[in-house]
């Protein structure tokens, strides 16, 4: 359902028009749509150039239209100074590697996939980068988001080094606390995080009201999740065992009614969407702070698991819960709610007789 | 201002001096890839280049056939004329004498749009 709105809302806007161009007109489009703002209209003189080449000549239009789309997605202005990122990138993961691998070596996945992930986003941005400057998310999303990344690299760290591996029971078992897999997930997670709460794409920033809605729904949903804690660990818990309970109802009342109201005060589907896309950037790490801060407390108090109370485990299997639970949640269950909540609020500004609200 | 490392790209040099060829007239994406047997996308790269150190005009056509959308058209700027007689009489010119090459603009913007 949240899929068909998104595809519904984005067919209003780009669907008609695309729907009247060929295989390399659509490559072309979509390729100029990522161009910097001050060279937009190069996107539109290729497309206009693209229809110079006969509609009979199909390889000579995917040819001309994949060099268009080159130069599109890679123009010129920051090749040299690219190349200079990249080596430090290369550099700074390097020794990422070699440092967590003598220091800390439970972290040796996570740490260099963290840097090497940061350093390819900056080294991309640099060689797309037009003097244009970037564009600032404004004080409450870049202060919310490096406070996240960063709590929630200093709960890791800390995981890492007090709780590298954890007990199991039943079968009998010691595990890593961030197998692989996790490690890396986490860190593609956290530098997405903080990428996007220092460089957005310009898509996401034109509504400063939807910027913060999206920063009181991660405030929310984080405070509606320590709250909980709290209350399930003094004994009296507001539902079923462990944070199951909030993960599927927190979104519920945070996500869905803040996206739809930040549609309804936007006067926009796309307002709440964007809405909801903040929220969860910006919830996520903190989400796995706060759930691996509170997990040291439930287990000082015999709690057992912060996801459903489960006992026998070490300590450190909260650090894979924390990355994963909330992560399933708030992509599987969150942005379909934000998507439908969007639609809700942009219906409901349709009712009261706005044009804007279609879109 | 325009140094010489950076317009020392073959696609850039080859551009420059294809369009030195009628420096008045108004040139077309499609036609000088084909005329300079460039690839678009080092043709694309080449003018936007360009277009960035104030060496190249860049304007829509005013008045576009109904059946087919407005084309960018493309022309030196006289400081990119200068630069392509700079260019055309003799070797690389060092980034000192590049760089005075006539008033180039830093950021300059495209016309007609």
């Known amino acids: ?359 | 201002m325009v140094s010489f490392t950076r317009l020392s790209g073959q696609a850039t040099t080859a551009v420059i001096l294809g369009l030195a060829e009628q420096p008045a007239t108004w040139r077309y994406g499609h036609e000088l890839c084909q005329q300079l047997d460039l690839e678009p996308g080092r043709l694309y790269r080449a003018l936007m280049r360009l277009a960035d150190l104030g060496l190249l005009e860049a304007a829509w056509e005013s008045e576009a056939p109904a059946d087919r959308p407005p084309r960018h058209r493309y022309r030196l700027s006289g400081p990119g004329r200068a630069y392509a007689a700079t260019l055309a009489a003799g070797p690389p010119v060092p980034a000192t004498t590049a760089r005075g090459v006539g008033g180039i603009r830093r950021r300059p913007r495209l016309q007609g749009t």
Not at chain 1, 48 to 57: D, F, G, S, T
Not at chain 1, 120 to 128: D, S
Not at chain 1, 317 to 335: I, K, R, S
């Open chain 1, 1 to 359: 359902m949240a899929a068909w709105l998104v595809w519904r809302a984005w067919w209003r806007q780009a669907g008609v028009r695309l729907s009247a161009l060929d295989g390399p007109g659509r490559l072309l489009a979509a390729a100029a749509a990522t161009l910097p703002a001050g060279r937009r209209d190069w996107g539109e003189a290729m497309a206009a150039e693209l229809a110079q080449v006969p509609v009979q000549e199909r390889g000579a239009r995917w040819r001309f239209a994949a060099g268009c789309a080159r130069a599109a997605v890679f123009p010129p202005g920051g090749s040299r100074v690219a190349v200079g990122v990249a080596g430090v990138a290369v550099a700074a993961t390097t020794a990422a590697a070699l440092a967590t691998g003598a220091v800390l070596p439970a972290g040796r996945v996570f740490a260099p996939t963290f840097i090497g992930v940061v350093g390819g986003l900056a080294t991309l941005a640099v060689a797309r980068s037009h003097r244009a400057g970037w564009a600032w998310p404004g004080a409450a999303i870049t202060g919310l988001g490096l406070a996240g990344v960063a709590a929630c690299m200093a709960a890791t760290g800390y995981y890492l080094a007090e709780f590298p591996a954890y007990q199991r029971a039943d079968p009998p078992a010691t595990l890593a606390s961030l197998p692989p897999v996790t490690a890396a997930v986490l860190a593609v997670l956290l530098a997405g995080c903080l990428w996007l709460a220092l460089r957005p794409p310009r898509w996401l920033l034109p509504d400063r009201r939807a910027r913060r809605f999206g920063v009181g729904m991660a405030v929310a949903l984080v405070a509606g999740f320590v709250l909980t804690t709290s209350r399930q660990v003094l004994g009296n818990p507001p539902g079923s065992e462990g944070m199951v309970f909030y993960l599927l109802i927190g979104p519920i009342l945070v996500v869905l009614t803040g996206s739809a109201a930040a549609a309804a005060v936007g006067r926009s589907f796309r307002s709440g969407l964007w809405a909801c896309a903040w929220a969860v950037v910006l919830g996520a790490p903190l989400l796995i702070a706060a759930w691996l801060a509170e997990a040291l407390r439930w287990y000082q108090q015999g709690q057992g698991t912060v996801l459903d109370r489960a006992g026998g485990l070490g300590v450190g299997v909260n650090l894979g819960d924390a990355v994963w639970w909330p992560l399933v949640f708030l992509a599987v269950w969150a942005v379909p709610l934000g998507v439908v909540g969007a639609a809700a609020g942009s219906a409901r500004a349709r009712e009261r007789g706005d044009p804007a609200s279609t879109t």
